[in-house]
């Protein structure tokens, strides 16, 4: 950032008629608006290869001095602009957990971030032509994402995209993390990360999905198996300035042991029939995980590729799809299908050719884990939720701006809070995704989840049928 001298135009012993001022943004090398140019403006001087009119720079009549004008450069004008505008996000907090008491041991932090692989910027870049190059070099990028990581502190990372692995792991070791990998498969440079804090979990099992065995292309899969060790230090978070932790000691026979899910589903927006297989396996996977377990609850974080209106959403919501056999066949005769064009979006689902085969005129498609959608259950404004409860955007970049990213808990959890997403009008300004302070073409989605009850009280509550959720858990931390 360049600041004018009190003179500048005789500063350097030059004609001012040889000299054109452009204003520059104070956010690195990017243009800003002139509606939201401050008093203070920086200025850039260049010197054109031609000579310039004075008549076009100083004394027409009705024109300010050439100090006092204000010009954009042509060259660097994209028709989108990168703003210093810092994003904002905050907390939003369930009902009845503004001064929860619990054992710090019953909360965990969840986050899910698709970190956008550097292989994958540099191979789709018409994604992000208008996004400067100094933010998308993945050592500018990586800044972003490590200083979003160690502001949130989570507990657990999912995150999606990774193919600097080495690199991450090495700095998010020294934040006392552990990491576990599974690249995909095929010629693809990326995959799926998952690390967790070594202070606060115990890994029992790990498990990893090659989506290509079934024939579902290269994207993959990891099912972890944790326990929550026993911690003495109480969790103060910012958000809770009047958090007392209770004296209640919880019983050492009932380890808080859970599945933990991440996913990257395939892309293509037109096959949804492979999105489903995937996320079909993936439910089955982590049911039989939970079942092995003693039906531990199961917590599914990824990137889905499937918006909040799609078919793949309410199955995933509901458990269940009831299909008709004649759509599902029209529907994979459709090399050219697309999804405007299609009037049911039921179509967008898995089906193998045996259950083409065999299947009867109407099918129902199930999975045994009863989900809820962490950010659908903390409320928010219209201004970041649609009428779902769903973010409005998790991704942006020139060609979408939607939602595709989730966190899915099953019975026996419950979500405390989550961290808001932007508003549309705040990313829009922004221009697309990435820009200062987020490393990626995603945000990340933030989560604390809580436990709720124990098996004794599992059991005792289907008698008392009265007794709704916020009841279990006061019996939980009150006993």
Not at 118 to 140: Q, T, V
Not at 338 to 347: F, G, K, M, Y
Not at 405 to 412: F, L, N, R
Request: proline share 4%; hydrophobic share 35%; charged share 25%.
């Amino acid at each position: 950032m360049i600041f004018a001298d009190a003179d500048p135009f005789v500063s350097q012993g030059r004609r001012s008629s040889e000299r054109m001022w452009h204003e520059v943004s104070c956010f690195r090398s990017t243009v800003t608006p002139l509606a939201m140019m401050s008093h203070r403006r920086s200025l850039k001087c260049v010197i054109p290869t031609k000579r310039v009119p004075a008549c076009c720079v100083k004394g027409t009549p009705d024109l300010p001095e050439p100090f006092n004008r204000r010009w954009s450069n042509p060259r660097r004008r994209k028709g989108e602009f990168h703003h210093s505008l810092k994003p904002v996000r905050r907390w939003i907090q369930g009902e009845g957990y503004n001064h929860f008491d619990c054992h710090s041991k019953d909360y965990f932090m969840l986050i899910s971030y698709n970190i956008l692989g550097d292989n994958n910027a540099s191979k789709h870049g018409e994604l992000y032509h208008n996004i400067p190059l100094d933010i998308m070099n993945w050592n500018s990028r990586k800044r972003f994402i490590f200083h979003e990581i160690d502001s949130l502190n989570g507990d657990l990372l999912c995150l999606q995209e990774v193919d600097n692995y080495e690199d991450i792991s090495a700095y998010l070791k020294r934040k006392g993390y552990i990491g576990h990998y599974k690249r995909r498969t095929g010629w693809a440079k990326d995959g799926c990360a998952l690390f967790w804090k070594a202070e606060r979990f115990k890994l029992l099992e790990a498990d990893n999905i090659e989506f290509r065995s079934f024939g579902l292309r290269d994207n993959v899969a990891q099912l972890l198996v944790f326990e929550l060790f026993e911690n003495p230090k109480w969790r103060i978070e910012f958000a809770f300035p009047c958090f007392k932790p209770c004296h209640m000691q919880l019983s050492k026979g009932n380890p808080r042991r859970l599945v933990v899910g991440n996913i990257h589903v395939l892309f293509n927006p037109k096959r949804g029939d492979i999105k489903l297989g995937q996320i079909y396996r993936f439910l089955l996977k982590a049911t039989q995980l939970s079942e092995k377990w003693g039906g531990i609850p199961v917590v599914l974080a990824g990137d889905f590729n499937s918006t909040p209106k799609s078919a793949i959403y309410d199955f995933l919501l509901t458990s269940k799809l009831k299909v008709d056999m004649r759509n599902r066949r029209k529907f994979l005769e459709q090399n050219n299908f697309q999804l405007a064009s299609c009037d049911l979006s039921v179509l967008n689902y898995y089906w193998t050719g045996k259950e083409l085969a065999n299947g009867s005129p109407h099918s129902l498609i199930t999975h045994d884990l009863n989900l809820q959608s962490s950010y659908a259950t903390i409320k928010s404004t219209a201004m970041t939720r649609d009428y779902l409860g769903e973010p409005l955007a998790t991704s942006y970049h020139s060609k979408f701006l939607g939602t595709v990213d989730y966190i899915w808990y099953s019975t026996g959890l419950t979500c405390t809070r989550v961290l808001d997403t932007l508003p549309l009008d705040t990313l829009r300004m922004l221009g697309g995704l990435p820009c200062q302070d987020i490393g990626s073409d995603h945000v990340s989605l933030v989560a604390e989840l809580v436990f709720t009850e124990s098996k004794e009280i599992e059991i005792q509550s289907t008698d008392e049928s009265s007794n709704d959720e916020g009841t279990v858990i006061s019996k939980v931390n009150l006993k």
